[in-house]
């Protein structure tokens, strides 16, 4: 089994910054990309950012220069710094990660989501 939980979303007035982790944890062999997405209501899911093993970087253009993610291989969690927030940052953001198991299984998995809520 693997489970992915994420922390640290809330409340925060615009412009201000917030920092999201997500920990995997279970039968890992090995953690190939994990992201963040994010999805409003009545909106559909969109990725947010991404970051494979080796580091590589890919961000929507809405966050571009404003968002950093960052991941610690050795603790298997991954990181979203989000500065400058804006109000259409609203939304459930979800951690998602492409691993293989220790049985030898390819899966792609999915946190329950954390709620980011940017008002004045």
């Known amino acids: 089994q693997v489970q992915l939980v994420e922390s640290g979303g809330g409340l925060v007035q615009p412009g201000g910054s917030l920092r999201l982790s997500c920990a995997a944890s279970g039968s890992i062999f090995r953690i190939n990309t994990m992201g963040w997405y994010r999805q409003a209501p009545g909106k559909e899911r969109d990725l947010v950012a991404a970051?494979?093993?080796?580091?590589?970087?890919n961000y929507a253009d809405s966050v571009k220069g404003r968002f950093t993610i960052s991941r610690d291989n050795a603790k298997n969690t991954v990181y979203l710094q989000m500065n400058s927030l804006k109000p259409e940052d609203t939304a459930v953001y979800y951690c998602n990660a492409d691993l293989r198991s220790l049985n030898g299984y390819f899966g792609n998995y999915w946190g329950q989501g954390t709620q980011v809520t940017v008002s004045s």
């Open positions: 970051i494979t093993n080796g580091g590589s970087t």
